[in-house]
């Protein structure tokens, strides 16, 4: 759906906890090519990336600046920007130190970690399995999965890498195995939720057939505490993006089209639904802060 080629997937959905999952994983290497908007590498000068540094090094400041709505301003530009901003203000919310030693799974290009590296951060390692080429962006990248990392992080972040995993649940023991005492662990999801009951095959979050496991957030609580983990929090932050390209898709447009077929006022709409979502916790993506579960 993303570069319009429509090849069909079947997937399959639990009757007990409506979780949705792959029948048979594909080679999967084809669907992450170089085109795929995780290995874009923005420069470091672009407009884009020091425009996420400002606001970031604002936020870090302050606490009290409305990065959001910066964020959103931004992603007027490119609604996928505005997603990696909303992961960088999940990260910072954590009010992690800046020597802390973090963990991107799935980091693809970087870039998140490009953007925290400018802001202070010290020790930061990203691993993705599809890096097919070395990023020299000064951190330490590794194409490997997590459960061949070794040592001791005091943040493990998962930005929507997680439904990429065949196994959710032995990642995230990884990430307990892997975590310092105190240490936090962020996973941002896609979610089963509203616009999926909407879409259906057409709903942007489900990605065949690189999304291989799409859960609920009973479901996501539940494959966290499999994995030895408490939830402490849980922030819905989707956008409209969810009802954007999910039109695309209903449209028979693909996601690398760059044609804009909706006007300010319906992306407006569409964006406060989505504030909408999440306030009642019907959004379609979300971030589970866990810490290990007292013993």
């Not at 931004?74 to 990696?84: H, P, S, T």
Request: hydrophobic share 40%; with cysteine.
């Amino acid at each position: 759906m993303m570069f319009g080629t429509r090849d069909e997937f079947e997937y399959l959905e639990c009757p007990e906890c409506g979780s949705v999952q792959i029948a048979r994983i594909p080679d999967l290497e084809p669907y992450y090519p170089d085109g795929y908007y995780s290995f874009e590498t923005a420069s470091t000068s672009s407009v884009k990336q020091r425009m996420a540094v400002v606001a970031a090094k604002a936020f870090d400041r302050s606490r009290l600046v409305p990065f959001s709505k910066a964020l959103f301003s931004i992603g007027q530009i490119d609604a996928r920007l505005v997603d990696r901003g909303l992961g960088l203000k999940s990260a910072l919310e954590l009010g992690m130190p800046k020597s802390a030693r973090i963990l991107d799974v799935g980091c693809g290009s970087a870039e998140l970690l490009q953007v925290m590296a400018r802001i202070g951060f010290t020790s930061l390692t990203g691993i993705d399995k599809f890096l097919t080429k070395e990023i020299n962006v000064g951190i330490k990248l590794l194409a490997v999965e997590i459960a061949d990392v070794e040592g001791k992080f005091d943040l493990i972040m998962f930005h929507h890498s997680l439904e990429h995993i065949p196994g959710p649940t032995a990642a995230l023991k990884d990430a307990y195995r892997l975590l310092s005492p105190g240490g936090m662990c962020l996973v941002r999801i896609p979610l089963l939720n509203y616009a999926w009951e909407k879409y259906g095959i057409n709903w942007v979050g489900l990605d065949a057939p690189r999304h291989l496991i799409l859960m609920t957030e009973k479901t996501a609580r539940k494959t966290a505490a499999d994995a030895g983990f408490e939830v402490i929090d849980v922030i819905y932050d989707s956008t409209s993006f969810q009802f954007s390209a999910s039109e695309k898709y209903s449209q028979d447009i693909p996601l690398v089209d760059t044609r804009k077929p909706f006007s300010r006022r319906q992306l407006r709409d569409w964006q406060n639904e989505a504030k909408r979502l999440n306030r009642l916790g019907r959004g379609d993506q979300a971030a589970f802060v866990l810490k290990k579960r007292d013993v």
